[in-house]
């Protein structure tokens, strides 16, 4: 009987686990786990290095040939511009806003390794990443949300049924033919409130483009949703059609192409401002060149890659329209209380000044006279004033300094 009944006992362990291991290969073979496993394999392209970073990041480096953008069918033929055909110089642009600030802002991953030539670095994707991701077809894409106003109107507000979503805090030009934009941008780490919340400071060059607008954007964020912790890190963005479904963050997608082997789109930025401590700055900008494709850079002359024209409508022309400033996205914004505690720039309001709010300092565009200057026309706009305000500073004969943000809900005044 004892031996019948550990017979019995190892036959049902046997079983168990056949049963387990059987249950554990269905799931593996799920058809989600499917979908994540090619969507995973289309985005994360095979790797001839990986640095681990100490952020907790993966830098794979990519082939340049062999990156996502080029997957793309309208640049089938398409050649790599290595280098822009434009180095714009100007001593103004590389001014801090004053004398305690810092442009020594760099990417936590370069300390643990770099990539080699013909290779350039791109944050690898992980299962966890699509998995907080609304669904698979929209990773690293912004809210797909109506757009209810012009590319004209200032007041750049995003709606759903229950209400605004998307707030900004902005510097705004427009009425000519823009080719280019720079700022050096305040660097800060606001705190975002909400897992599904983001918080921008960034610039935007838009054009129409029949009933939607095109846009192309960098700068910096803190986005849990999409990159998993709360880090501020560099970032591009572009659409085609209002965010509806093309464009995507940093290399989710087709379209943008790196050129860069040292700077890594997505990746974490330090270090940061502290409040009336030393401030931390890094200059972003966006310009055209004589194939109509729109270049990124940093620190004045340091190319990251660029949009295509290929990918482009009317923005292969010029830009119409050029914002600095703030963005916050949330569900719990203006009309659906209690308001978001999701902060924008360094959480505190705009009248802060330098110390306390953040800045854009050495705000420039370029228009078809080739100069890089101030702006002859600009105005502010702030949705939610009493939540994020914006104001430009422009003391006669210094350099105007746009600040911006605020801490989101701070009863009474934003409840």
């Not at 970073?53 to 069918?73: E, F, M, R, T, W």
């Not at 309208?74 to 001593?91: C, G, T, V, W, Y």
Request: glycine letters at 8%; one cysteine or more; hydrophobic letters at 35%.
């Amino acid at each position: 009987m004892g031996r019948y009944k550990a017979g019995m006992l190892l036959l049902w362990v046997f079983f168990a686990l056949c049963t387990l291991e059987f249950k554990v290969e269905a799931k593996a073979s799920s058809p989600l786990e499917r979908e994540i496993e090619a969507k995973l394999k289309l985005l994360n392209k095979p790797a001839v290095k990986s640095i681990r970073s100490k952020d907790g990041d993966i830098i794979d480096c990519v082939n340049i040939y062999k990156q996502l953008a080029l997957d793309h069918p309208a640049l089938k033929n398409h050649i790599i511009q290595r280098i822009p055909d434009f180095l714009l110089e100007s001593q103004s642009s590389s001014m801090g806003v004053t004398s305690n600030t810092s442009s020594d802002v760099f990417q936590t991953w370069t300390k643990s390794g770099s990539c080699p030539e013909e290779t350039v670095p791109i944050r690898r994707i992980r299962k966890e990443d699509l998995l907080r991701a609304v669904s698979l077809d929209r990773f690293g894409q912004k809210p797909l949300e109506l757009f209810v106003n012009t590319t004209y109107n200032t007041n750049l507000n995003f709606h759903n049924q229950s209400g605004v979503i998307m707030q900004d805090a902005h510097l705004v030009t427009y009425g000519y033919n823009y080719i280019g934009a720079q700022a050096n941008i305040n660097v800060w780490n606001p705190k975002v409130d909400k897992p599904e919340d983001f918080t921008t400071a960034q610039m935007w060059l838009k054009a129409d483009n029949g009933n939607n607008f095109e846009s192309i954007e960098a700068g910096w964020t803190v986005n849990p949703k999409l990159y998993g912790d709360h880090n501020t890190r560099l970032f591009t963005y572009w659409t085609k059609d209002t965010y509806k479904s093309t464009g995507c963050f940093d290399l989710t997608c087709h379209g943008f192409v790196q050129t860069n082997k040292g700077i890594a789109l997505g990746a974490t930025l330090g270090p940061v401002s502290s409040p009336h401590q030393q401030q931390y700055e890094i200059n972003v900008g966006i310009f055209q060149d004589n194939a109509q494709n729109w270049w990124f850079k940093v620190k004045n002359n340091i190319p990251v890659g660029y949009w295509p024209a290929e990918l482009l409508g009317n923005l292969r022309h010029s830009a119409t329209l050029i914002q600095w400033g703030g963005q916050v996205f949330s569900y719990e914004v203006k009309t659906k209380p209690p308001h978001t505690g999701t902060q924008m720039g360094s959480g505190d309001a705009a009248s802060g000044r330098f110390g306390a709010a953040c800045y854009m300092g050495s705000v420039r565009i370029k228009d078809y006279s080739q100069a890089l200057k101030y702006p002859s026309f600009v105005s502010t706009h702030a949705a939610e004033p009493y939540c994020y305000s914006a104001l430009n500073d422009a003391p006669y004969g210094k350099d105007p300094v746009f600040y911006f943000g605020g801490a989101g809900r701070n009863p009474p005044l934003c409840a």
